[in-house]
């Protein structure tokens, strides 16, 4: 069973920065694309950042351009996990985080973390 379990969320203020983790487990994590999305409420989830596999642990990374230059996204295979390092947070950020895996398998989301920045 996949399990992707999103943690590190919390209040902070304009222009602090907050580190987002994600662990899954019941999969091949190194062969998996693996991103971070968020909704804010009222609207859509929306795209943040992506590690997308090429193979042979390789990855390309993609950010949305609302948070290129502030957001850093890595992961580390050996522990199946997922960060999103978020730097210069602005009260546009306040939503809720999702950790996403996309494979051969199946795309797989986490439960949610709520990130809120306060002005």
């Known amino acids: 069973q996949v399990r992707l379990v999103e943690s590190g969320g919390g209040l902070v203020q304009t222009g602090g920065s907050l580190r987002l983790s994600c662990v899954a487990s019941?999969?091949?994590?190194?062969?998996?694309?693996v991103g971070w999305f968020r909704q804010a409420p009222g609207k859509d989830r929306e795209f943040v950042a992506q590690?997308?596999?090429?193979?042979?642990?390789?990855?390309?990374?993609d950010y949305a351009d609302s948070v290129k230059d502030r957001f850093t996204i890595s992961r580390d295979n050996a522990k199946n996990l997922l960060y999103l390092q978020m730097n210069t947070l602005k009260p546009e950020d306040t939503a809720v985080y999702y950790c996403?895996?996309?494979?051969?398998?199946?795309?797989?989301w986490g439960q949610g973390t709520q990130v809120t920045v306060s002005s």
């Open positions: 996403n895996a996309q494979g051969d398998l199946g795309a797989y």
């Open positions: 019941g999969l091949s994590f190194s062969s998996y694309s």
């Open positions: 590690l997308r596999w090429r193979g042979s642990n390789v990855y390309s990374a």
